[in-house]
């Protein structure tokens, strides 16, 4: 492959923002535990059972990056979650976790202790092992009481181990989302997939936004755009108290990536939209408050602007899900607006085209590549956060592209074409979000050759609650993009994928409408992809897009 090799600066800029974020967060964590007298001679906090009086686990619980017999828990104490800290004491709190084989916990059959530090918001990162692979468990937090005073217990939530590495895996079922603005709706399409019973979920980027209404808002935020660890915690603390949110958290295991707006809008690599001096600092604050507050195992801490979240999973003989990072490694996007950085829709762009452009970066592509060629499962899901397939949005002659998404990195979505074929991974399915658009393609070798065969399968899912660009625009889309067999931007809603060992089956999920809590739900299409055999084809009865 050709692969670019990143600039020596990128590497200072990087230690540099490593330093000041340090600096940033150790007198953030200073300040508040100054607020108290329980530290002990090396200044750290001393471990406590405070006693609360409102209940610490508003937030919920959650699970996620199930391996063969192990799993990560989740949770954070906020008694009071709009305040910055919680509302919790800046101490080191014991808490107690218990993983049973019923919802009753009548057979516990895993429990111990871990602390949750004021340094970390009071969040715990639990990897449980010695589980039994394939497999359902429940799973709660205790925070046992101060002589006199109650235990709290958390909500219960249901998690699932993987099969182990070749083991015939007969079905898995997975629900996939993205793009869940607080301030544009309510996440009632949540309810719904909580509802679908699945064994996975997968989140595609963008689980907070930034960025604040200015008219119409359905509700608000509680605070400012976000830039610095208090304010992303804030941020993500707001979220994590919708009970639709936290019922799909509790459901199912989840695994996930980030997009732009968990940091800032159409960030690429070390550039900000707005070109601030200091993005990589803000990035820090922002990558360590995500860690903080999702379900990923302990190891995956950032070290300050820095988080390897491209990661691999198997699930038995039957799926591989390499999961990515598009927004962390990649270059910035080609010919941008004067002044401004982000995305920008241009014609005739030769920086669009130059052939060591990255999307993914250097050492994720290699990755990737080496993950499909020697991958032995059934069926290779792709799992990152854009739209993958080729996207002329020029009616007629000449061609006009989007810079943030795939086709604005053209030579990198040739390279990863090649490394699918060259692989022999069988059954690709690539799955994305991030336009707000339900998207169903086929992935061709060659997408500017009408003869090009097609060599696996895309499902693009569309928003919780952001709105898309207007029909007509995508419409148009269709007809320059032959490849692309459906797209739907008037609706919010999810995908429901159905893995079996012959077929995976696609349910396009939609909701009637974001601005109402009680949302009815309704399947737009079906899809299905029979094995050895690339490309969907529609099945079943549909509504009319």
Not at 31 to 36: E, F, H, K, V
Request: proline share 7%; aromatic share 8%; with cysteine.
């Amino acid at each position: 492959m050709n692969l670019p090799v990143p600039p020596r600066s990128v590497s200072s800029r990087r230690e540099l923002a490593r330093t000041a974020f340090r600096i940033a967060a150790a007198a953030f964590t200073a300040r508040a535990l100054a607020a108290c007298s329980h530290l002990n001679s090396s200044g750290d906090a001393r471990s406590q059972t405070p006693t609360l009086q409102a209940n610490p686990f508003t937030l919920g619980v959650a699970s996620g990056c199930p391996g063969s017999g192990s799993v990560t828990l989740w949770t954070r104490l906020a008694p009071v979650p709009s305040e910055i800290d919680g509302g919790m004491p800046p101490v080191a709190v014991d808490l107690r976790w218990e993983v049973a084989k019923d919802e009753q916990f009548s057979s516990i059959v895993a429990s111990g202790h871990t602390q949750a530090l004021p340094q970390r918001a009071h969040a715990v990162h639990v990897r449980v092992s010695g589980l039994a692979p394939a497999h359902r468990y429940w799973y709660r937090f205790v925070l046992d009481a101060s002589p006199g005073a109650a235990s709290r217990i958390s909500p219960v939530g249901r998690t699932m181990t993987a099969a182990g590495p070749g083991h015939p895996l007969q079905t898995l079922r997975i629900a996939v989302a993205s793009c869940q603005h607080y301030e544009r709706g309510y996440f009632s399409a949540l309810s719904h997939l909580a509802d679908e019973n699945p064994d996975l979920i997968l989140f595609l980027g963008d689980y907070i936004y930034e960025s604040n209404l200015s008219r119409n808002p359905v509700r608000r935020h509680w605070s400012p755009e976000p830039t610095d660890l208090a304010g992303y915690r804030l941020r993500y603390a707001q979220y994590r108290t919708d009970p639709d949110l936290q019922r799909a958290h509790a459901v199912a295991p989840w695994l996930m990536t980030w997009d732009d707006h968990e940091v800032d809008n159409d960030y690429a690599n070390d550039r900000s939209q707005d070109l601030e001096s200091n993005f990589l600092i803000r990035r820090a604050a922002a990558y360590l408050a995500y860690f903080e507050h999702m379900p990923l195992d302990p190891d995956w801490l950032p070290n300050g602007p820095d988080m390897q979240l491209y990661r691999r999973f198997e699930f038995g003989d039957l799926v591989g899900i390499q999961m990515l990072d598009c927004r962390q490694y990649r270059s910035h996007q080609a010919c941008p607006k004067p002044g401004r950085g982000g995305s920008n829709v241009v014609q005739n762009c030769a920086e669009l085209f130059e052939p060591t452009r990255s999307l993914l970066g250097t050492k994720q592509e290699r990755w990737l590549a080496t993950g499909l060629r020697d991958s032995r499962v059934r069926w290779n899901l792709i799992a990152q956060s854009t739209l993958f397939a080729y996207f002329d949005l020029l009616p007629g002659p000449g061609e006009r592209f989007w810079t943030d998404g795939w086709s604005g990195y053209p030579a990198a979505a040739q390279r990863l074409l090649n490394d699918l074929q060259a692989s022999g991974a069988r059954n690709p399915i690539i799955l994305g979000g991030d336009v707000h658009c339900h998207y169903v393609a086929d992935v061709k070798a060659d997408y500017k050759r009408s003869d090009s065969r097609t060599i696996g399968t895309e499902f693009c899912v569309t928003s919780i609650t952001s709105p898309g660009m207007a029909q007509g625009r995508v419409d148009s889309a269709l007809l320059e993009n032959p490849h692309v067999l459906l797209g739907d931007a008037i609706r919010r809603g999810y995908l429901v994928l159905q893995i079996e060992r012959g077929q995976a089956r696609a349910d396009l999920r939609v909701i009637s409408s974001p601005r109402d809590a009680q949302a009815t739900i309704e399947t737009l299409a079906s899809f299905v992809v029979d094995e050895g055999r690339p490309g969907a084809r529609r099945v079943g009865p549909q509504r009319k897009v």
